[in-house]
Nanobody
């Protein structure tokens, strides 16, 4: 069974930067859709950024140009750099993996999930 463990996150003022990392085990990450999702209090979980099977990346419009997702197949890690953060980026961020992503890469219906890490942006 795959296991995903996030690290990073924290609190920052608007305009600041943070980085998130996710360590995978038990999954051949090169064969999976890998993504970051987030969920704010009272809101549904939403897709933020995903790396497709062919290596292309997909971003939610709200983070396009500010967040950068990347992976290291040798280290089995998935990272995301968050720049120009806004208060509306405040949420718990989750990494996830799925073999097929049949509902679309940014739809949060993945099979494997981490426990989440909090990102808080103050104005």
């Amino acid at each position: 069974q795959g296991q995903l463990v996030e690290s990073g996150g924290g609190s920052v003022q608007a305009g600041g930067s943070l980085s998130l990392s996710c360590a995978f085990s038990g999954l051949p990450v090169g064969n999976y859709y890998l993504g970051w999702f987030r969920q704010a209090p009272g809101k549904e979980r939403e897709g933020v950024a995903v790396i497709l099977l062919d290596g292309r990346t997909v971003y939610a419009e709200s983070v396009e140009g500010r967040f950068t997702i990347s992976k290291d197949n040798a280290k089995n890690t998935l990272d995301m750099q968050l720049n120009s953060l806004k208060p509306e980026d405040t949420a718990k961020y989750y990494c996830a993996a799925d073999r097929w992503a049949v509902n679309g890469p940014l739809t949060p219906r993945y099979n494997y999930w981490g426990q989440g890490t909090q990102v808080t942006v103050s104005s």
